[in-house]
């Protein structure tokens, strides 16, 4: 058995309130192992650490729990996914710097760093292929089950994009 730890956002009706008997239903419901917020109105977010064999296993048993307690909620993202170098040093336990260093080349020769997904500033990065390139480069031990997380969080955002584009077409 691994442990997943990772954040679900889901849309919820605007109006929706995280109220006592809610907040006990989505206990009932098995989410016992999340830390639940709003973030803005109609947005609804658990931070999960779940067990279970696999991170599919987690997240879909995650997102099975939220809407069996609320059914009117609908998955929009799953994380982590999208990371800056805050984010990596975050996962990898160190410094942003030493992650600025990778990402800028300098430093130790090594593979190429993986170019960034979204050129924004800050730049955004898909996790699994920062996972990976850890793991090619064998910087640091990382669980396989990030890999599997990363793999699976990626999986399920790029559906929920694509059913996104299928509803528009």
């Given at each position: 058995m691994n442990e997943f730890q990772f954040t679900l956002s889901f849309a919820v009706p605007v109006g929706t309130l995280l109220t006592d008997a809610l907040t006990d239903a989505f206990f009932e419901a098995g989410c016992d192992d999340a830390m639940i917020g709003f973030g803005r109105p109609g947005c609804l977010a658990f931070d999960f650490t779940r067990a279970a064999e696999t991170a599919s296993a987690a997240l879909t048993s995650a997102e099975r729990d939220v809407v069996s307690a609320l059914p009117s909620a609908v998955l929009t993202e799953a994380g982590p996914d999208l990371v800056n170098l805050s984010d990596m040093a975050a996962l990898f336990g160190c410094s942003r710097q030493n992650m600025q260093k990778y990402a800028s080349g300098s430093g130790e020769k090594r593979g190429a760093f993986p170019l960034p997904l979204v050129s924004t500033a800050p730049p955004l990065w898909r996790l699994l292929d920062i996972v990976r390139w850890?793991?090619?480069?064998?910087?640091?031990?990382?669980?396989?089950?990030?890999a599997d997380l990363a793999a699976e969080t990626a999986r399920l955002?790029?559906?929920?994009?694509?059913?996104?584009?299928e509803a528009v077409a």
């Open positions: 850890v793991q090619r480069e064998k910087l640091w031990d990382l669980p396989p089950s990030l955002n790029l559906r929920l994009q694509l059913k996104k584009l």
